[in-house]
């Protein structure tokens, strides 16, 4: 497939949307929004810079978009270009002198099949990963993390394009600024200081185009370091077991979450984890939390010397559970507001669609779910989707 631009890059003001162009509804797992301006699928590495060029110098907004499963777009549609990457493949290279593997993903390559190749391959260290919808670019902007792993602890570096400095760069894991679910990457959309004096969205500064991997030779995995994976497995936590049943543990435990991608299935109609669990200081969360609120340990998985060590913990934070909040501040599985959304029957911390929602439906759930967990915890539950053209408010 070549690279298509279905309309103009220059969406008129008045949003008026080209027939036969995708919906945002159709190119995300929440599968709600509505139509956009411009749509340019890109199958090479230079018609997705090019489109991404053209539309800044155009003026336009530009949504560059990879599997989708971490957006909620307005009813109203994108008044911009939306560029979705289609690039495939992953280049891997296993060295036995030194126990390693390197491999090179475009940022369009479906997440999950990453993992499945690593698994299959004996490479260590994502395997705990598996079933997380979306694409590779994905991964190091949102520091993908599950089970106990992080995408930090295997990332080796980002090749991007600057849209500031108007040119493709390659940054070291180091520079990344890797934390609980962000990243230089993802807060540039917000922060001024790593957008370069600017923000942007709903695409961040940096475009990612492909992410480096370096991993372990090894057919054992990672120590399980998850309590629930660990229970799972039948195994203390520590141990190592065959990645493949690592794998198929962490499968079926999403799968009865909802969080493994089935069109039959609407509880899997969603974003995944709407809210991230709130990290607080110890005096914040003895202040804020009842004593039987969970308080984990926050671990930073930046520090990590040898793949498959265990992350140092921070001092002075805790991270707690939005999940146990929102279902102790009075919001069941399957709660709803009598619009076809609801939270997931299957886990409290996913807003699904349960067929024909809007994204008002979904924004008015999810101020409900926030303001009860406020008004009960005082704790501000804080989305992790990127939210296009609309506002929680």
Not at 98 to 103: D, E, N, P, T, V
Request: glycine letters at 12%; one cysteine or more; a negative charge.
């Amino acid at each position: 497939m070549t690279t298509s631009a279905v309309t103009s890059l220059a969406a008129p003001a008045g949003a008026t949307f080209a027939a036969g162009t995708p919906t945002l509804a159709e190119l995300t797992t929440l599968r709600v929004g509505g139509p956009v301006a411009g749509y340019v699928e890109a199958s090479g590495e230079s018609e997705l810079v090019d489109a991404v060029r053209a539309a800044d110098d155009a003026g336009t907004p530009v949504l560059v978009l990879g599997g989708g499963s971490n957006l909620l777009a307005a009813d109203a549609g994108f008044d911009g270009v939306v560029v979705r990457d289609a690039r495939r493949g992953i280049d891997g290279q296993a060295d036995s002198s030194c126990a390693g593997a390197s491999l090179t993903v475009p940022a369009g390559q479906p997440w999950d099949e990453v993992v499945a190749t690593a698994v299959d391959e004996g490479w260590m260290g994502v395997e705990a990963l598996s079933g997380i919808p979306g694409s590779t670019g994905a991964t190091p902007v949102q520091n993908v993390g599950a089970y106990g792993q992080e995408v930090a602890e295997t990332l080796s570096s980002v090749r991007v394009y600057d849209r500031l400095e108007r040119r493709t760069r390659t940054l070291a894991v180091g520079e990344l600024g890797l934390g609980y679910r962000t990243s230089v990457l993802k807060r540039s959309l917000t922060d001024a200081d790593d957008g370069g004096g600017r923000t942007w969205g709903p695409t961040p500064r940096y475009v990612v185009l492909e992410v480096t991997f370096q991993m372990r030779l090894a057919t054992l995995s990672a120590p399980v370091r998850y309590p629930e994976l660990a229970r799972r497995l039948g195994v203390d936590v520590g141990a190592r077991v065959p990645a493949t049943e690592v794998r198929e543990a962490v499968l079926a435990l999403r799968g009865s979450k909802g969080m493994v991608l089935d069109v039959a299935d609407h509880d899997t109609w969603s974003a995944g984890s709407f809210f991230t669990n709130p990290v607080m200081t110890v005096a914040q969360a003895d202040a804020a939390l009842p004593p039987e609120a969970p308080r984990y340990p926050v671990t930073d998985h930046t520090r990590i010397r040898q793949i498959g060590a265990a992350a140092p913990v921070v001092d002075g934070v805790v991270k707690t559970s939005a999940a146990w909040l929102i279902s102790h501040a009075g919001f069941d599985k399957g709660y709803t507001l009598g619009a076809p959304a609801s939270l997931s029957t299957k886990h409290s911390l996913a807003l699904t669609n349960r067929g024909g929602a809007t994204a008002a439906d979904l924004l008015a759930l999810a101020r409900s779910v926030r303001d009860g967990v406020r008004d009960t915890y005082g704790v501000e539950l804080v989305p992790e989707p990127v939210l296009v053209g609309v506002t929680l408010g």
